[in-house]
């Protein structure tokens, strides 16, 4: 147990964590691209059409991955940031960092592709109900996230106003989550519900899990990519970053 | 199923494709901006140890 | 203590503060956040009768009119109470009798509501049409049964 926890603070030192991540990025990499590639197969190929709307529900195959990867990233990120506030640990911090963009960019994509389906279903690309706000608002908290991390010289209180925002911002995600089921939204409700029931045929559920799978890996291998850059940006001063290879070359 | 009728989606084409294209662009180009940066970071790096280097040796 | 637990006692209090703030505030704002008014409330007169609202539900089957140059008419209930809606213009895809609808507009002198644009809303359900027209049958065979064994 306590030989455990030794290991994890081994490698929350960036000097470990560096080459360790470095390993891990080619390796989701090429999970991330298999299991897209088969779920752009199943969703264009497989998937069979809906009996309501047609091929143009097929959207629902990046919609819905984007829009878990949006909230999921916030989580993560959140975590990172109170692990940073109490341990006063530098690369939670810097864990924090790299994932904003890639949750800002799976925010980006869940609206965009949501005002593409809702313009053909519903007969608009945008209302101000309770669902879509939010997730607007998510949206801000990214880019709010981002902003306030580069507007601060100081590196440290950098991030520890950063986490603050993550933390404050926090209680966005269950309103997203259950805005649908609160008020009444013009979005529908959840066709995977957290206690496991589904309204969806089986292949068209396999197909959105496989792909929201795919999202997840994507997202893994672009973040520890990110952290390395943001870990080499911060310790370039520190010895062991002129001993790397890549550096010496 | 032809390609011809694939492509029109059954009248959603526009949506469709805006939407898996836009995602597949940024999907594609997040990573490659990545890359870059740290390209970028590595080189900014090195030319700094030379020039230490030089000055110290 | 140490200064590590007194900075996660500080988070803690801080987002517990946060998080009843959170309730309070959607405590009061309640409906307020709803996109749309349902038929029941508009009949109840919860429903403000001088602004522009929206009300939603299902579009009764057998009640969808089109008049000319794309006006329609059609009831939207709650199964509870109904509203009758008038819309000139091009209705969305998924606009049917039997589907969830929202119309925005107000009420006039008549009760009817003159709506300027008008939203389908779908449901959670996706499915092949082979396996919707078999879930129909089924559920006609089985009020059919349900008949049958109430003469």
């Not at chain 1, 206690?195 to 799978?213: E, P």
């Not at chain 2, 694939?6 to 990573?31: Q, R």
Request: net charge positive; proline share 4%.
């Amino acid at each position: 147990m306590s030989s455990r926890l030794v290991n994890w603070f081994h490698f929350s030192s960036p000097a470990t964590f560096y080459p360790l991540a470095g390993r891990l990025v080619p390796i989701f990499a090429v999970i991330a691209v298999i299991l897209i590639a088969v779920g752009l197969y199943l969703s264009f190929f497989v998937a069979p059409t809906d009996y309501k709307q047609g091929e143009g529900y097929r959207i629902i195959f990046v919609h819905v991955p984007a829009a878990w990867m949006s909230m999921f990233i916030y989580l993560v990120m959140a975590f990172w940031a109170a692990l940073g506030l109490i341990f006063n640990t530098r690369l939670s911090m810097m864990m924090a960092q790299a994932l904003a963009p890639t949750g800002a960019l799976f925010t980006f994509l869940a609206l965009w592709t949501g005002a593409f389906w809702g313009k053909p279903m519903w007969g608009a690309w945008w209302v101000w109900d309770a669902r879509l706000t939010s997730e607007l608002i998510l949206f801000f908290l990214y880019m709010g996230y981002i902003a306030l991390q580069g507007a601060i010289d100081d590196t440290r209180r950098a991030d520890r106003a950063g986490a603050i925002l993550l933390l404050v911002g926090v209680v966005n995600i269950p309103i997203i989550y259950f805005s649908v089921k609160w008020w009444n939204t013009l979005h529908q409700g959840a066709s995977v519900s957290l206690r496991g029931d589904v309204s969806m045929a089986t292949t068209m559920l396999v197909t959105m899990l496989i792909m929201a799978l795919g999202f997840w890996a994507y997202s893994i291998a672009v973040a520890l990519k990110r952290v390395r850059c943001i870990i080499l940006e911060r310790e370039r001063d520190a010895g062991w970053v002129g001993k790397l290879p890549e550096i010496r070359a | 199923m032809n390609w011809s009728e694939f492509w029109h989606m059954g009248g959603y084409a526009l949506y469709v494709w805006a939407s898996f294209g836009v995602t597949a662009l940024l999907m594609i180009a997040e990573p490659l901006l990545v890359g870059g940066r740290c390209r970028n970071v590595r080189r900014r790096i090195a030319r700094l140890r030379r020039l230490q280097q030089e000055e110290n040796p | 203590m140490k200064a590590r637990h007194k900075r996660l006692a500080y988070l803690a209090v801080g987002l517990a503060v946060l998080a009843a703030a959170a309730v309070l505030v959607f405590q009061a704002l309640g409906n307020n956040m709803s996109y749309f008014f349902s038929p029941t409330e508009v009949v109840e007169g919860k429903a403000p009768r001088d602004h522009v609202i929206r009300i939603g539900g299902l579009v009764k089957p057998g009640t969808l009119q089109r008049g000319q140059e794309l006006t329609a008419t059609f009831v939207v209930t709650d199964n509870a109470h109904d509203v009758t809606v008038r819309y000139t213009g091009i209705l969305p895809d998924l606009f049917a009798e039997g589907q969830g609808a929202i119309a925005q507009g107000r009420l006039n002198a008549d009760g009817v509501f003159i709506a300027d644009e008008v939203l389908a809303k779908h449901d959670e359900n996706y499915m092949p049409p082979e396996v919707a027209e078999a879930l129909e049958k089924g559920h006609q065979q089985g009020k059919a049964q349900m008949s049958g064994d109430q003469p």
